[in-house]
């Protein structure tokens, strides 16, 4: 097994990757003009943000079903949990502006709410807030995790709970008296850290910030993967049994690879948000979890560079299609998945590998 963080060639790939989101994106659409060829608009700019924060979720999805082995259904929760809790320092930002006038959120002066719930306590402030985002989704997935793998719930089965859980959130944050803004969430987002939100600098901005982070998210997930402890992942994954007769608890290694995933996918949700301007109970849908082991497997997993490729492909399609065929997309998106399945169980990294008489694994 090749245990170097990232060959020469691989190396060279992420700094390029690097230097073109951090250089290429902002000179593209706030440099040259926008009657040039070479113009990026600020739709496409929003487009590639998206899915940058969709790719850091299927490479999370990754390291859990792809080096692991056990494969989520509730990865839209965590991810959703991270958009509201961004969504909550977005809304406290409005202040005044909004409809109502009031220092209280919209949804609350609409519904009577005379203060703001204990939850939302340290919602004005950007550090305390962000460490909930990463701290909440990692402590809910840390104690459904040590139940889950101490009772030695696999398979088809850990999948199931996980999108109930996912399930029973979704009903929650409907509800107008939890504080999350029920069914239409939140809205309207003025500011961030006292910047306006809705300008093609900070458009730009967020993009080029989700982009270095999922480089830096992927240079980690490689290092682990290479490690001794990646090594282990990977024997679970394969032999479980084996593994716990040789000393090691797989319970440990699973819960600690399963936390630090759904805290990728939180950090992923809080980039979202800000870039499309709203959060609401809909990213904790079903289909949402369901769509995010879609791109890893279209993309390949087990690859990491798989499913970054798999949510570009997959979420650039869907843009295309939805605009130009949008009753054929969930036809495209099933077919897809179904042939994937069939015939290219290793995604279309492993086709290219293929097709270049390498294996997926030696590409870095």
Known sequence: MNTRLLSPQGWTAVLAALLAVVVGMPVLNLMVPPDSALHLSDAMVSLIGKILCYAIAALAMDLIWGYTG???????????????????????????????????????????????????????????????????PGLLAFVFGWFAFRSRIKGVYFSIITQALTYAAMLLFFRNETGFGG???????????????????????????????????????????????GRVLQAIRDAESR?????????????????????????????????????????????????????????????????????????????WFTQTFPEYWLYFLGALFIAVTLFLPQGLVGLVAKLRGRKPEERT
């Open 70 to 136: 056990i494969l989520s259904l509730g990865h839209g929760l965590f991810f959703a949990l991270g958009g509201y809790g961004m969504g909550m320092y977005l809304m406290r930002q409005i202040g005044t502006d909004g409809q109502y006038k009031s220092e209280l959120p919209d949804f609350m002066v609409f519904l009577n709410w005379k203060e703001l719930p204990w939850h939302w306590a340290w919602s004005d402030s950007f550090i305390l807030q962000m460490i909930l985002v990463v701290a909440v």
């Open 183 to 229: 069914n239409n969430g939140f809205t309207d987002f003025k500011r961030i850290l006292g910047v306006p939100i809705a300008t093609g600098e900070m458009r730009v901005f967020l993009a080029v910030l989700t982009a270095v982070v999922l480089i830096g998210f992927f240079v980690m997930a490689r290092a682990i993967v290479t490690s001794r402890y």
């Open 243 to 319: 593994v716990m007769f040789t000393g090691y608890d797989p319970v440990a290694y699973k819960l600690s690879i399963w936390t630090l995933s759904a805290v990728m996918c939180a950090i992923a949700g809080a980039l979202y948000v800000p870039q499309v301007g709203i959060i609401n109970p809909s990213e904790m849908t079903p289909a949402a979890s369901i769509e995010i082991a879609i791109w890893a497997a279209v993309g390949g997993r087990g690859t990491l560079i798989g499913p970054i490729v798999g949510a570009f492909f997959v979420n650039g399609a869907k843009s």
